[in-house]
C-alpha cells in the first residue's frame, strides 16, 4: 500500500520521464517531419491535459523539440510565441488593471444589482448580467473573482437576514401568546380555587440536568396533588403583585446536544436559503462563461482562434471583431437567459408569477434590507470619480474604435488609410493602453492649491505625477502562463502546418466524408464539451483546431463552419472545479457540491450546444456564407518554411 501511495504522489514526475522515453521510438524509427512533429504535439498535448508541468511550461516544449529534430528553425519557432492578439491581449490588460483598480467594475455591478431588485429570482438574473458584461472584456477568472466577493457578502446579509427576521416574528409570537396564557391560567386557577376552596402552590422545577422531555413526562397534568404545575421553556415571567397564588417562573431548560446542533451549527438557517446560495453561486460561473465567448478578448480561447485562423487562412477577411461579436452575441442572450430559467427550475422552483412580480408592497422583510444593504455598499463607493470617468471613456473609445474599423456594411475608419491590412484590433488597445500609463489620475486644475483638504508638499507632488496605472498594476493582473501558453498553441500549428502533419491527418479522416455536415458539427461539439471538463480550456482548442480544419478542407467544406461551433462549445467546461478557474472559485466558497455543479452544468452544456447549432444553421450561415467552399480555404502548396 506504501508503495502505492508513493508512486500516486510521484505520478506527474512519472509522466514526465516516461512519456518521452516511450514515444521515442516513433521519430527514430520512422524519420520524417510528420513523425517527428506528432511525437512533440503528442507530448505537449499529454503534459496540458494530464498537467503534469504547468501549462506554461508544457508549452515551451515546442520551442526546443522542433529545432532539435528539425521541424522548424529556432528563429522561426520564436516568432509564433508573440503575436497580433498577444498585443491585443496586453493593451486589453492595461484597460482592466485601470478598471479594477478604481473599483468601476464594483460600482457596475452593484448598479446592475439595484436595477434588478433583492427578490431571489431577479438578483440572481442581475448578478448573472453584470457578470456576462464584464466577462465581455475582462478574462472570465478575473470577473468571477470580483462578483464573487460581492455575491457572498449579499448572500449572507440574505442569511443574517432571515434569522433576524425569524427572531423579530419569535419574539413578538412569544409575548402574545405569554399575554393570552397568562389571563388564561388566572381564569382557570381562580374557578379551581373557588370549586375546592384551597389554595394552589405553584411547584417551580429549575434543573439545569434534565433535558424538556424529562418535565414533560411529569406535566401530563397541570393539578397533580392539588399542586398546580407549570412547566414553561421560554424566558422569566412573574404574575402581577397582589395574587393570592405564588410568583409563576418560567422554567428555562437546555436544549439537547442534537438540537444545538441543528440550531447553532447550521450555516444556513432554512433549506431555500441554501438554495439560494447554490444558484447565485453558480449563476456567476455560468455567466462569466457565457459573457466571455461573446468577444475575442473575453477567454484565451477565442484569441487562440482568432491567430490560429489568421495564420493559416491569410486570405479570409470574414472574422474581426464586429463579425464575432454579431454572432455570439445571441448565442450569449439566448443562453444567458435560458440558463437563468434552468437555474431557477432547479434551486427556486417553478414560482416565476412570484419572481415577476413587480408590487412593492409584496416585499419580504429580508428583501428590503438587502436591497439597503446593496444601495449602503453603492453609496459607500460616494460619487463618480475622475479616474473612473477616465476609464470608463476609454472602456467606451476601444469598444466603437473595434466595431467601426471595418463594420462590413459601410466603410469604417480604417479605409481612411492609404496603404490596408496594418491596422488591427490590437492597434487600438495597444494605443488606448499605453495612454493610461501617461495620463495623470488627479483631476487637471488651474489652482496650485487645493483650499478644501491640506496636503504634504511631498505626498501633493507624488499625487499630482502619479498616472491612471503604474507597471506594477499592470504586471499584477498580466497573465504571462496565458501568453506562454497561447504562443505554444501557434508553435504547434505552424509544426503540423510545415511538416505536413495536416494533411496526414486529412487523410486519415476521408471515410467521415459520408456523413453530413450538421452530423460532424454536433460531434465536434459534443467531443469537445465532453475533453474539456478534465482539460484546460485553451490546450483542448489548441490540439482540435488543426485537426479541424483539415477534416474540413479535407471534406470541402467551410472551415469556419466547425472551427466556430468548436471554438465556443470548448468553453463550456462547466460541470467540475476543475473545469475551468471561475468553476473552482466559485467552489472554493463552499456554498455548491460537485454533484450540484454536474446536475446543473449538464443542463447548462445541453443549452449551450443547443444554441450553438441554432446559430451555425440560421444567422451564422448568412454571416459568413458557411454553405460554400471558399477559395481562401483551398490548401496551398506546403513548403518547408513558414509564410
Known sequence: MNVLCSFWRARKLLIVISLPLLLLPLPVIHP???????????????????EAVPLGAAALVPAFLYPL???????????????????????????????????????????????????????????????????????????????????????????????DADNELEVITEADSTSFTDINDSVQQKEVDQQYEVKSTDLIFISENYMKDDVDSLAVAKNMNRLHLIVNHNGITKKPEGTELLPETKIVLPLSPLECKNKYNSRYKSERDHMICKCLSLSITYAATIGGITTFTGTATNLIFAEQFSNRYPRSQEINFGSWFIFSFPISFIML???????????????FRETFSLNKNQ???????????IQEEYKNLGPLSYPEMVTGIFFILMTLFWFSREPGFVPGWNSLFEKKGYRTDATVAVFLGFLLFLIPSKKPSLLCFDGHEERNPENKELDSLATMITWKDFQKLMPWEIIILVGGGY???????VSGLSVWIGRQLEPM?????????????LLVSAVTEFASNPATITVFLPILSTLSETLQINPLYTLIPATICVAFGVMLPVGNPPNAIVFSYGHIQIKDMVKAGFGVNLIGIAAVMLATTTWGTHLFQLNTFPDWAIPQNLTHTLP
Not at 32 to 50: D, F, G, K, P, R
Not at 491 to 497: E, Q, T
Open 32 to 50: 520524417s517531419s510528420e513523425t517527428a512533429c506528432a511525437y512533440v504535439l503528442i507530448v505537449t498535448a499529454v503534459y496540458w491535459v494530464s
Open 337 to 351: 437567459v435560458s440558463t437563468w430559467f434552468w437555474l431557477h427550475w432547479l434551486f427556486l422552483g417553478c414560482n
Open 69 to 163: 529534430f528539425g521541424v522548424l528553425k529556432s528563429s522561426e519557432v520564436a516568432s509564433e510565441y508573440f503575436k497580433d492578439t498577444t498585443l491585443l491581449f496586453i493593451g486589453v490588460i492595461c484597460l482592466a488593471t485601470s478598471i479594477e483598480k478604481w473599483n468601476l467594475h464594483k460600482r457596475i455591478a452593484l448598479r446592475m444589482v439595484m436595477l434588478a431588485g433583492a427578490k431571489p429570482g431577479m438578483l440572481v438574473l442581475g448578478f448573472m448580467c453584470c457578470t456576462a458584461f464584464l466577462s465581455m472584456w475582462l478574462s472570465n477568472t478575473s470577473t468571477t473573482a470580483m462578483v464573487m466577493p460581492i455575491a457572498d457578502a449579499v448572500l449572507q446579509q440574505l442569511i443574517n437576514t432571515n434569522v
Open 491 to 497: 508553435a504547434l500549428a505552424a509544426g503540423c502546418k
Open 363 to 373: 416585499k419580504s422583510k429580508r428583501e428590503e434590507i438587502s436591497e439597503r444593504k
Open 513 to 525: 466524408s459520408s456523413l453530413p455536415p450538421l452530423v460532424i458539427i454536433l460531434f465536434a461539439c
